[in-house]
């Protein structure tokens, strides 16, 4: 199960830092899986996820990213992705991805001003999040059924 949302009023990532999701503005999206295995690590899902993520990115704005081991994508060194991975109740895990796709600096934080940044900001272009939404759902869908075969 998928669930995309236009907004997070309590967003977060790791270790128990706010995720800012201002509405309409980004790609955040919480998926519910319940492996067939148990997964050795979740670092290794996570990094799956931001391959996928990394993957999405390039084929809709063709900019270069790279990811910060083990839960970020940035893009010139910039914060535009975060992922977190958790277990839940009877074997279920909850992946949470957000992206940064029409964010503008004058609307974050002052802590994240300097360090996060969006796809708008390093094309120059507006995306709608929702063909972001499309390309990253193919690309996960693809990677966790390969990685579910070697595990």
Known sequence: MVIIAGEQTRGRGKPGRH????????????????????????????????????AAINNISKLTTEIKFPNDVLINGKKVCGILVERVAAGYLIIGIGVNVNNLPDIWP??????????????????????????????????????????
Do not use: H, M
């Open 19 to 54: 995720w800012f999701s201002p509405p309409k503005l980004g790609l955040y999206l919480s998926a519910i899986i319940k492996p067939r295995k148990r997964p050795k690590d979740l670092v290794s899902l996570t990094l799956l996820c931001a391959e996928a993520v990394e």
């Open 110 to 151: 002052d802590e994240i001003k300097n360090s996060a940044t969006s796809l708008k900001i390093e094309a120059g272009l507006d995306y709608d999040p929702r063909q972001l939404q499309d390309v990253l759902l193919v690309e996960l869908d693809q990677r966790y059924l390969a990685y579910l075969n070697k595990i």
